[in-house]
């Protein structure tokens, strides 16, 4: 006969086995339908979780301070929450009207450029504000501390750093992200025109990027299309240049760029810059278009005829179009099949279609596809500006 200890003891050992089958069984779902959870930024606690930790008391001054903290964490709470949501629709295109700019050079580069600026995020213990954002932080002390729709509320908000280190483009943020609307290209061409002087005029170039997936490199390239006066055409794989490390990558050279997203290269023909040159009664001296990816020694070469940059006349051509690949990818198919189009059905418009190479010294595989436009945009602005 068993007795009361024995009794005991097998009911633990039955729960222990019970809980470890509950353990086993939890794992090897987990393990094969993996789930995605959400958890607060690191050292982020809920405003309950937090309220939880300060104990009341009966001493007055305690108890205002006591007050105080609980106000401080129930409006950090909520910044957190709207950080989160305006960042979270701004970067899954969610909110295609508004961009986010990092660092006070861009946000001061936004807001000299005549961009509203909606929302600024600050860091909670950032102390030296830019001479271009004390407006706003002086409007921040008279302003409610209610938050609600962030559309019609505060214009300033604080936040943790480590609600900044979920979003921020750099491993260190700078404690100030603004929240604007994107500029318009007709918002844009207006206030770029009125800058332009005869020496800084743009040149007939149009830079197509295929592939280029990379959003520091596609920001680098569109500010070097700013410094030479081109425009910039991008295929659908490429990266959105709006894009807060693309933005970076440019240095606020997005304003002053012509930009054409998610273009079809099947119809080049009827885009802006480009049209005209494909017209009957056209007064073009024609267009040349030029291919360049990381495939410099041109092992696939489309067929068509590989020179260096430096041996093509670009200023005998009314526009010229230089189309980049990828340093992954390369160049598409569809560009094979857009040049072949263009070739077929506009061949007195097309007056030569070739492939161009950087020649280097070592055995290296490729240049970054940024460094490469500047090498080559450059020439090709030279030989057009020396026309002037």
């Known amino acids: ?31 094969r339908t993996p789930t995605r959870v959400y958890l607060p930024a690191r050292g982020e606690l809920s405003a309950k979780q937090s309220l939880a930790k300060l104990p009341p008391t009966s001493n007055k001054n305690d108890e205002a301070r006591r007050l105080e903290a609980i106000t401080e964490i129930q409006q950090f709470a909520e910044a957190g929450e709207i950080f989160r949501k305006v960042m979270g629709d701004i970067h899954t295109l969610k909110n295609k009207r508004q961009i986010a700019l990092e660092g006070a050079r861009l946000v001061e580069e936004g807001l000299r450029f005549g961009l509203k600026l909606r929302i600024l995020f600050l860091l909670k213990s950032l102390k030296v504000i830019p001479d271009c954002l004390k407006e706003f932080v002086e409007r921040e002390k008279n302003e409610s501390s209610s938050f609600g729709n962030y559309d019609d509320k505060k214009e300033v908000i ?3 750093l480590s609600t900044l280190e979920t979003w921020s483009s750099v491993k260190t ?18 206030k770029n025109e009125a800058e332009l002087s005869a020496e800084r005029a743009p040149i007939p170039l149009t830079v197509i990027l295929d592939n280029v997936r990379e ?21 659908t794989g490429c990266a959105d240049a709006w894009e807060m490390k ?11 760029v012509p930009i054409v997203s998610n273009v079809n290269l099947d119809a080049l023909y009827r885009y802006p810059h480009l049209s005209e040159h494909f017209t009957n009664d056209s007064k073009s001296k024609g267009v040349g278009i030029f291919l360049a990816d990381s495939d ?28 980049l690949g990828g340093e992954t990818a390369g160049l598409s198919d569809t560009v094979r ?19 161009i190479t950087i020649p280097m010294c070592m055995p290296i595989d490729s240049l970054n596809v ?18 002037c």
């Not at 700078?174 to 844009?188: L, N, S, V």
């Not at 857009?338 to 097309?350: D, G, I, M, S």
Request: aromatic residues 10%.
């Open 1 to 31: 006969m068993i007795n009361r200890c024995g009794c005991a003891l097998i009911k633990l050992v039955t729960e222990r086995i019970k809980v470890n089958q509950f353990v086993w069984r939890s794992k090897s779902t987990l393990s």
């Open 158 to 160: 604080r936040v943790k």
């Open 173 to 190: 943020p700078p404690g100030i992200i603004g929240i604007f609307d994107k500029p318009t290209e007709a918002h844009k061409c207006e």
């Open 215 to 235: 959003p520091g490199n596609l920001g680098s390239i569109i500010r070097t299309a700013a410094g030479i006066g081109c425009n910039v055409f991008l295929s």
């Open 246 to 256: 693309a933005l970076r990558g440019g240095d606020g050279a997005q304003f002053y």
């Open 296 to 323: 410099h020694l041109g092992t696939d070469n489309f067929g068509l005829r590989i020179q260096p940059y430096t041996e093509v006349n670009y200023g005998e051509f009314s526009r010229t179009i230089l189309i």
């Open 337 to 355: 099949r857009a040049v072949a189009h263009l070739q077929k059905y506009y061949p007195e418009n097309v007056k030569t279609v070739s492939r």
């Open 370 to 387: 940024a460094n490469a436009f500047g090498i080559v945009g450059y020439e090709i602005a030279r030989q057009y500006r020396a026309k």
